[in-house]
């Protein structure tokens, strides 16, 4: 998609009937993906799917309706893998989350979140740009902490990923976007969750009619000024900038899977707290010698 069509990755309260954009000639919209990843994966490279290519391999639990595959890592046998790339038209939005701390903002080769091709600056924090491509910033001083990715991808890019390097036809971490390899290859050797928040597709062939077309404010062009700041319908949440659909935390059995879907304000650690644990930890110690 060219500079000055919609964003892709901004989920807004229209999105079920495609009305969260509307051309001014009337022309096109989103069509969301009613499936799930599940149904997704399983039916790689059929009319009307998101995947042109895809596969997932070894060890993999499914959960959250189908939406969220674990991929297990394993010692004795095959770990779990996933592949998949985009179909012509469509545009997706995942959250990668893995145990192993810090690991995806110690792989990610790019020096910022997102990446706008069209700009010279080239790396931007603005959500109205993509791709997209968001981490975890570091896990704090013990490093105790899940690492979190959020990326979004279009047409052509695709999302590679085996966590202990068991299979030849899988990279062991590719995020590509625009031709653009966003993450150094290393496999996580700690569990991945990979969870979908949507999947559509942009038909071009859609009209609608004369009477559904709305007058664009001439200071507000939502196509050259796209608005970050999203107030979001009843059952979405905002989250860095994007509506996106709440999960439905009932259908997670994984207590890990019921945190917030990518939330950088829960993973960072303040200054402040950082000095108290460290003055803590130096108390012990001088306490320890003095009863030796």
Known sequence: MATGEP?????????????DYIPEDGSGRFQIFT??????????????????????????????GDNTIKLNEESRLNGGSIHFKLARGWSCLFQLRTT?????????????????????SGVSSDPSRYPYVMVSEDDGFFGNADSYALIGLMEGDYLSLDVDADFADTAQLRVRIDGVDYFDNTKP???????????????????????????????????????????CADGYELQNGICVLKQDQDQDQDQDQDEDPFDLDDIEVSEIAILATLTLAGYVVILAVRNR
């Open 7 to 19: 964003n892709p990755f901004q989920f807004t309260a229209g999105f079920r009937n495609g009305l």
């Open 35 to 64: 499936g799930s990843l599940k149904v997704a994966m399983d039916n790689i490279g059929k009319t009307g799917y998101p995947f042109t290519q895809g596969w997932y391999q070894g060890s993999t639990t499914w959960s959250n």
């Open 100 to 120: 192993n701390s810090d690991f995806f903002d110690d792989q990610l080769i790019e020096e910022g979140f997102t990446y706008d091709p069209n700009q010279e």
């Open 189 to 231: 050797n700690e569990d991945v969750w990979v969870k979908m928040y949507f999947m559509r597709y942009w038909d071009s062939n859609y009209q609608f009619e004369p009477d559904e077309i709305p007058i664009t404010d001439p200071i507000t062009d939502p196509i050259t000024d796209p608005i970050v700041d999203t107030i």
